[in-house]
T-cell receptor, first 118, second 110 residues
Framework: GAVVSQHPSRVICKSGTSVKIECRSL??????MFWYRQFPKQSLMLMATSNEGSKATYEQGVEKDKFLINHASLTLSTLTVTSAHPEDSSFYICSARVGTGLRNQPQHFGDGTRLSIL | QKEVEQDPGPLSVPEGAIVSLNCTYSNSAFQYFMWYRQYSRKGPELLMY????GNKEDGRFTAQVDKSSKYISLFIRDSQPSDSATYLC??????????FGKGTHLIIQP
């Protein structure tokens, strides 16, 4: 149980393109989903917390107009990287928390999306 | 000082050895502690999840938390080549998102 599916797994596109990444909880409902970014040999860094039916909460230094998050249902959150540039190239990973959004429930992760902007 | 410190390794041990992985942290607000395993180009896979100080065992894995020292450990017994991966400690407290260590790259030599 607690499977999180992320799509696509790999994106290569030109600078200026907008890219949408989907994160789905397959066998549970997730009121809260999270988006992380991981640069090579670095920790996963939280970008934003996505709550179903409300606006996402962004971490300091993350541009909300560049990284658009939509959490329209209890099983789907999307991250759109708008007008992507080479410095946005990274490994983007989503996670979902089982249960009713309590902090004491562990997060389960998707397999990530490797984004390369040329 | 970073919130979570974890030696990135690599840590190389022979098959069958006991592996000890560790993290230290500075934020007293962290209350829940997790260990994830990450293979190359994959998302993290939850291995262990603990709250209170003490030990928690699951098969070959034992997680240990010492809140007074702000120190957590993961022990792997009878290590196998398939255990070769990056092991990430993570913790959560007052905020919702997880704070991760850098990860330790573990290599089990056959």
């Amino acid at each position: 149980g607690a499977v999180v599916s992320q799509h696509p797994s790999r994106v290569i596109c030109k600078s200026g393109t907008s890219v949408k990444i989907e994160c789905r909880s397959l066998d549970f409902q997730a009121t809260t989903m999270f988006w992380y970014r991981q640069f090579p040999k670095q920790s996963l860094m939280l970008m934003a917390t996505s709550n179903e039916g409300s606006k996402a909460t962004y971490e300091q230094g993350v541009e909300k107009d560049k990284f658009l998050i939509n959490h329209a249902s209890l099983t789907l959150s999307t991250l759109t990287v708008t007008s992507a540039h080479p410095e946005d190239s990274s490994f983007y990973i989503c996670s979902a928390r089982v249960g009713t959004g309590l902090r004491n429930q562990p997060q389960h992760f998707g397999d990530g999306t490797r984004l390369s902007i040329l | 000082q970073k919130e979570v410190e974890q030696d990135p390794g690599p840590l190389s041990v022979p098959e069958g050895a006991i592996v000890s992985l560790n993290c230290t942290y500075s934020n007293s607000a962290f209350q829940y502690f997790m260990w994830y395993r990450q293979y190359s180009r994959k998302g993290p896979e939850l291995l262990m999840y603990t709250y209170s100080s003490g030990n928690k065992e699951d098969g070959r894995f034992t997680a240990q938390v010492d809140k007074s020292s702000k120190y957590i450990s993961l022990f792997i017994r009878d290590s196998q080549p398939s255990d070769s991966a990056t092991y990430l400690c993570a913790m959560v407290g007052g905020a919702d998102g997880l704070t991760f260590g850098k990860g330790t790259h573990l290599i089990i030599q056959p």
